[in-house]
């Protein structure tokens, strides 16, 4: 980028003092849910999200991090694989309300990766393969999009405790505006990143959010079904 471009949420990543990161990506995988209200289910998609987890990348340890806690079969099931872990719901950010279940999603998983690190993941997203050869990078995201048309998507994140680039976007929700919809979320990392590509590493968008969601993506996974998902 040039080295006169600048904006607002770049400046305030540029201006963080950063802590010192780990020296790896622990193999421990976190999930977040339970933030919209009380006595939520587990659907079927969600208890597949853990139990693939649990079977291709093989973590140490699995946590659900929730407020309220979930309950139903599916739920009962993915207990054996899981470590439950209750979480405050974030209702402001720098002094910033937040008040959508999404939002305090967002904030919450930065938070966990910042003092944990490890592999979260979207209660939404099948694991296909080992992410074995990863562990050794400090910051890991996809593009979504192709070229990263919409941004880095953050249904999944690999990260080293206090990962530098994951201080530097944290920090961007000085910002935050509840109106704005994936903006901090996706769009902003991925205007990030070209700055600091020491500290990130971006991959190829087929690599976890292809086939998009669009009506292109849809008709290819539900419609066509001829989408080869060796590489995904």
Not at 51 to 59: E, L, M, N, Q, R
Request: hydrophobic share 40%; charged share 20%; glycine share 6%.
């Amino acid at each position: 980028p040039s080295s006169s471009s600048s904006f607002t949420e770049l400046e305030l990543a540029q201006s963080v003092q950063l802590r010192p990161a780990g020296t790896r990506i622990p193999k421990i995988v976190h999930f977040v849910y339970g933030l919209r209200g009380p006595d939520p289910t587990l659907d079927l998609i969600h208890y597949l999200a853990i139990k693939s987890a649990h079977d291709t990348i093989k973590p140490d340890k699995i946590f659900l991090h929730y407020h309220y806690r979930p309950i139903g079969e599916n739920f009962e099931r993915a207990l054996p694989l899981i470590t439950l872990h209750q979480i405050d719901l974030v209702t402001n950010v720098f002094g910033r309300p937040v008040s959508h279940y999404a939002h305090q999603s967002d904030v919450a998983r930065l938070q966990i990766l910042a003092e944990h690190g490890g592999i979260y993941l979207d209660l939404d997203l099948i694991s296909l393969q080992s992410v074995d050869h990863l562990l050794d990078h400090d910051f890991v995201m996809g593009q979504e999009g192709q070229g990263g048309s919409v941004g880095l998507c953050n249904a999944m994140i690999m990260a080293r405790p206090n990962a530098h680039f994951l201080q530097r976007w944290y920090a961007t929700y000085s910002s935050f505006e509840e109106k704005d919809w994936n903006f901090h979320s996706v769009v902003l990392p991925g205007k990030l990143a070209p700055y600091f590509k020491s500290e990130i590493t971006v991959l190829d968008h087929t690599s976890y959010f292809w086939p998009l969601w669009d009506g292109p993506g849809l008709r290819t996974l539900y419609l066509e079904k001829s989408y080869d998902f060796s590489q995904n």
